[in-house]
């Protein structure tokens, strides 16, 4: 109930391509639902955040949509560039953020030229 | 420039060892978290406090023990009995009351020699 899952683990992509980041949850109770970015020996950084009351959420060149009914939600990345190349982590929690997220495993993306 | 604190950024423990690592963050937030970051795992809870005094076990609280004496500083204990210490540690920060995602620190290595 309380796990994301996340797919897929790695991606690759060309440059000016599409990346696509898939998560599922369970807990119908989730009304928060942030995706993070990190490069490697850093902290993640809050990348997007979306809420259920809304289908899809734009920021630059990162969307993320949600569908309530499937409890799924993902993250676009249009006109992938070499410097997205990093993990991303999709999380979730409950009482609009109150509570601790839940993290799924991550996804490693690739972007090469 | 406010931030999230974390040192040291390498730490080497001896078998049977107990080791601190420091987070201190300066922008005024009330919940402080602590995480484990594995290859492939994600990010799993260990601890987590929401005001001073006062804290929670997160999932793999076992092994690990935590203080929160004053709003900015959340230090975290490594004991001897938590049997597979090494790993990435990341401390997060957030204003809570669902206002903004987490703030992460840069982590600390810790390696069993």
């Known amino acids: 109930q309380q796990q994301v899952k996340q797919s897929p683990q790695s991606l690759i992509v060309q440059k000016g391509g599409i990346s696509i980041i898939n998560c599922a949850y369970e807990n119908t109770a989730f009304d928060y639902f942030p995706w993070y970015q990190q490069f490697p020996g850093k902290g993640p950084a809050l990348l997007i955040a979306i809420r259920p009351d809304v289908s899809e959420k734009k920021e630059g060149r990162f969307t993320i949509s949600f569908n309530k009914s499937a409890k799924q939600f993902s993250l676009h990345i249009m006109d992938s560039q070499p410097g997205d190349s990093a993990t991303y982590f999709c999380a979730a929690s409950l009482d609009s953020g109150n509570t601790p997220l839940v993290f799924g495993k991550g996804t490693r993306l690739s972007v090469i030229a | 420039d406010g931030g999230i604190t974390q040192s040291p950024k390498y730490l080497f423990r001896k078998e049977g060892q107990n080791v601190t690592l420091s987070c201190e963050q300066n922008l005024n937030h009330d919940a402080m978290y602590w995480y484990r970051q594995d290859p492939g795992q994600g990010l799993r809870l260990i601890y987590y406090?929401?005001?001073?005094?006062?804290?929670q076990k997160g999932d793999i609280a076992e092994g690990y023990s935590v203080s929160r004496e004053k709003k900015e500083s959340f230090p975290l204990t490594v004991t001897s009995a938590q049997k597979n210490p090494t790993a990435f540690y990341l401390c997060a920060s957030t204003l809570g009351q669902g206002l903004a995602g987490y703030t992460f620190g840069s982590g600390t290595r810790l390696t069993v020699v």
């Open positions: 406090s929401q005001i001073v005094n006062d804290f």
